[in-house]
Structure formats: C-alpha cells, structure tokens
C-alpha cells in the first residue's frame, strides 16, 4: 500500500494554509529595503506594556509546563464578558478554538455553511473532520447573505461559520438580520460567529453575538488576542461556548494547548481598555484617509470594521506585484479580483498611498 495508501484521501485535496510572503523574501525580489508587510492583519504596534513586561517576568519559568486550564485568564474572561467560567474555552489562537469546535461536532457527512469570500479556516476545518463544505456567496456590497445562509440549510447542516466582521472584505451585517437569523437557524445547526475583528468595530448597528448567548441554545462566538492586542506571535484566542461543548473541547484538545507566555500576556492585555480605545481610534482615522485617497485615485473598496480594507480590482495580479515593486506586501486571493491591505500606522498609510499611486500611474486603472 505504501505511504500514500494509509494517509487519509480526503486530505488530498486540501491545501496548506499559504502565510503570505515574508518580508525578508520581498526584500530580496524587489531590493527595496524598506518592506510594508501589510498581508496578515496583525496590530502594527507591539504588544500593549502591561503585557510585556508581564511576559518578561515569566520567562524565567518556563521550564514548568503551563496552567492547562489556563484558570486565571478563563476567569477575568468570564468576568469581563459576563459569563459563566465553564463556558469559557482558550486556544492556541482563535484559530484553533475554530478548529477544536469542528473536531466536537463534524462527522463525516455533515455540511457546514459559511459565506464566500470568507476566513480561509472555515473550508479546512470543515474538510478535515469528513464534512461538506456549503458556500453561500457575499451579497451586494461583499456583506453576508444571512437569508441565503438560512435557506442553505438542511437536516444534515452541523454547523453554521458567521464571521463578523467578515475576513477579507471587514464589512459586516446588521442587528436585524442576525436577529432574524437567530430567531430562524435551526436547533441542529451551531452558530459559531467569529468576532477576531470585534475590538475595531465602531459602527452602532453592530451586533455583538454575545449578547444573544445564553449558555443553553447552540450558538458559540470566537474573539483573539491576535489583532487588536498584538498577541499574533504568540498564539491565544478564545470562545465562549454551551457548557457541554467547553467539555467536548477539553477532552480533544491537547493537555497544554495555551503557553504560559501566551496566557499571561493575555491575561495583563485585558486591563489595557485605554489603549484599545486609542488603538481603536488611531485605526478607524487611518482608514478614513486610506478611503479618500483611494476614492481620489477612483480605487475601489469596501468599507470595513476591521483593521484591513477590501480593494476591488480587475487586475490583482499585476496591482500585486505593482505594489510589491514598491515594497508593500499585501494580500491576494489567487484569482479572486480583489486585494486585502492592512492598516497601519500613520506613516505606514502615507507608504501604502504612495504604492497605491504608483501602482495607478504604472497600470492606469486598478
Ligand atoms: C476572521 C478570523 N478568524 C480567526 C482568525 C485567527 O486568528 P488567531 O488564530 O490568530 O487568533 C483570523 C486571523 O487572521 C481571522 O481573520
């Protein structure tokens, strides 16, 4: 039978999960010195400094494997988001929260809907557990069709991805329509709605998921230290879940999936609310002056909640690489016509805008 006959068939099709290029790459193929990397949405300042200098304090004991209930944080989350400590779950990013709910739920046959374009996650987790993925794609304006998602659903339908704000394009979907979904999903279906974005939205018609958890109707919401905390390097994420799902998640999770780093950063990260209110702040005044210039070079693009923005484009392999020649790594999505920039400091948009005019001037339109 050989190697390739005990390996699992349905992973073939799959492919890994591509990072994005990497600075140093860049710098070699294009000879800039100076490399935006503006491709994975991470915070473009450091951790806040309540947590570093709490991650330096606990270097000196690692040698001890960390808190495998991570206690401590699960309790200030609790606390925080004014729910019951046994529906609190962490994970080695939110990432893996996503991926720990697929393994408690998915059998082989079971669909899973999700909206399209959406987090690149959704279609693995689904795939790896035997499921089937059901794509219903963004309505006008690259915004969930939660109608359409309803209406995708059936007897076999497992589970449900909601992400909100939605990756890649940062819009989002309204109190209303996530009532009304609410009000109709069908009890055999999880609703997991990611909210990796949440600390950036400023729009009022948000619908905060958690305010319609209730600990008993199979609804799970998924939030990270990734983005607005600046915590992506070491990998912590949350969800806040029915308590029969924390309990199926802790029996296939592994022993220590959280570092004792990780937990500790994100445990001091929470009392930094100023900071996030700055950060939140700083975030939403670079994407108004992103949209103005994008709006006087006629580019294209969806408002977002996020700290990315969508960008249209009919050529986004020539603006790709347009943008690269100018140092700026953003993201694109193979054939899809659309790129993804992240936002970042005042001086990184001033760089993003001039790649952006360049590439204009070198393509005409994008
Ligand atoms: C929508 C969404 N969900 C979840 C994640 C995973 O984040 P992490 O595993 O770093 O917590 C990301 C990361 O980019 C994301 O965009």
Redesign the pocket.
């Known amino acids: 039978m050989g190697i390739d006959g005990i390996i699992r068939p349905e992973l073939e099709p799959l492919v890994p999960y591509a990072p994005g290029l990497r600075a140093s790459q860049v710098r070699e193929r294009s000879g800039v010195d100076r490399v935006l990397k503006l491709s994975?949405?991470e915070h473009p300042c450091g951790p806040v400094p309540s947590a570093l200098a709490a991650m330096r304090a606990v270097l000196s004991r690692v040698n001890r494997y960390p808190d495998g209930a991570c206690a401590a944080l699960k309790r200030k989350l609790a606390d925080r988001l004014k729910v019951a400590v046994d529906n609190v779950v962490v994970g080695n990013?939110?990432?893996?929260v996503?991926r720990l709910i697929a393994q408690s739920v998915l059998r082989p046959g079971d669909e899973v809907v999700f909206a399209w374009p959406s987090?690149v996650?959704y279609p693995m987790v689904t795939a790896i557990f035997g499921a089937t993925a059901v794509r219903v794609p963004l309505a006008d304006g690259d915004v969930h069709d939660l109608d359409a998602m309803l209406a995708a659903m059936t007897e076999r339908t497992r589970l449900a991805f909601l992400?909100n704000p939605n990756?890649p394009t940062g819009t989002i979907y309204g109190r209303d329509a996530f009532a009304r979904f609410m009000e109709r999903v069908p009890d055999h279906v999880l609703v997991v709605v990611?909210e990796?974005?949440f600390e950036f939205v400023t729009a009022p018609g948000y619908p905060d998921a958690l305010e319609w958890f209730d600990g008993s109707r199979p609804l799970a919401v998924?939030r990270?230290?990734?983005?607005m905390y600046s915590l992506?390097g070491l990998?912590?994420?949350y969800g806040i879940v029915p308590e029969p799902l924390a309990r199926a998640i802790d029996k296939v999770r592994e022993p220590f999936n959280v570092n004792t780093v990780a937990q500790i950063a994100a445990y001091y990260a929470l009392d930094d609310e100023a900071e996030v209110r700055r950060r939140r702040a700083e975030n939403q005044e670079q994407k108004t002056y992103l949209y103005s210039c994008f709006d006087q070079l006629g580019i294209s693009y969806a408002r977002s909640e996020t700290n990315f923005v969508y960008v249209r484009t009919a050529k986004p392999v020539e603006a790709f690489e347009a943008l690269l020649q100018q140092g700026v790594i953003v993201r694109d999505f193979g054939t899809s016509p659309a790129l993804r920039v992240t936002v970042g400091t005042p001086e990184d948009t001033e760089r993003t805008i001039q790649a952006f005019e360049a590439a204009v001037a070198q393509l005409g339109t994008l």
């Open positions: 994975s949405n990013g939110s990432n893996e996503l987090f996650v992400c990756n990611d990796a974005y998924c990270t230290f990734s983005k992506a990998r912590v994420g």
